[in-house]
């Protein structure tokens, strides 16, 4: 499942070919993509709309229109975005076309049918709930150690189950997550609140430290993300934990261990991770 450098690496891309090109055209193909609004209304709004801009927001695409309202995609389990040329044939399972007045199109495929489409001002997608309030941004200056830390300490969950809530932190996911208690040295079923100031702090380091390393590498692939154009990401090779479980740790040998916390299959270091 893509997650922030994965969403990030996506919309990097988006924004370098959407920015100033104007959508001529809007094609549903499975109307249960789209949150919100209908397929009908979809198609009328958005042809005639140029993009002014494209940013991420958890793991979450925004696609800002020059009406002020936005195109928001979300890449769910399996999505994939693509700009295709227009004449060539869309993939099985491409849920969503939008072609561009540079004669290529946005292309939106899917195939576990996770993914979402929502278009209309934020404020609104907001107050209809069909956008949930997401926490903190990691890579933000918001992202303080202040602010991780009350986070930590006001929940008796797991660490993993606290990180994977959209709420607290927005854009974890399962692979990230346990790059980032591996590099910390905290097991991932520790207690949030449990942790002491010491283990936040190298948390806190962590988190970024991982995403950002990811970011450089475009995303992992470890089995379904490709980006705009259907490149895997290059992270792959440097995940440390993340499904290594039984093969020794890089750091200190020892093997590493697979176990489930807050119900994902979660892999730690029994010798480095406290
Ligand atoms: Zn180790």
Redesign the pocket.
């Known amino acids: 499942m893509p997650e922030l450098p994965e969403v990030e690496t996506v919309a990097r891309d988006l924004s370098g070919e959407l920015v100033g090109r104007c959508f001529v055209g809007a094609w549903v193909g499975r109307p249960g993509i789209l949150r919100f609004p209908a397929a009908d209304a979809f198609t009328r709004a958005l042809p005639g709309r140029g993009v002014v801009g494209v940013s991420r927001r958890g793991k979450y695409i925004f696609c800002h229109l020059d009406d002020g309202q936005d195109l928001v995609l979300h890449l769910g389990m399996t999505g994939h975005l693509t700009i295709a040329g227009r004449g060539t044939e869309p993939v099985r399972h491409t849920h969503l076309r939008a072609p561009l007045d540079d004669g290529r199109e946005l292309r939106f495929d899917d195939t576990r049918r996770f993914g979402r489409v929502l278009l209309g001002p934020r404020d609104l997608l907001e107050e209809l709930r069909q956008l949930p309030v997401l926490g903190v941004e990691p890579l933000s200056p918001e992202f303080s150690r202040e602010r991780f830390d009350a986070l930590m300490r006001r929940t008796t969950r797991a660490v993993k189950a606290a990180l994977l809530d959209q709420r607290v932190v927005a854009g974890l996911g399962n692979i990230y997550i346990d790059e980032a208690c591996?590099l910390a040295g905290i097991r991932p079923s520790r207690r949030a609140s449990r942790l002491t100031r010491r283990e936040r702090a190298a948390l806190h380091a962590a988190i970024p430290a991982v995403l950002s390393r990811a970011i450089a590498d475009r995303g992992t692939t470890f089995d379904d993300y490709r980006d705009l154009w259907n490149a895997r990401g290059l992270h792959h090779e440097r995940l440390q934990v993340y499904g290594r479980g039984g093969e020794p740790?890089?750091?200190?040998?020892?093997i590493?261990r697979r176990t489930v916390v807050a119900g994902r299959t979660t892999v730690h270091?029994?010798?480095?991770?406290r």
């Open positions: 591996h740790c890089l750091r200190c040998g020892a590493l270091c029994p010798a480095c991770q």
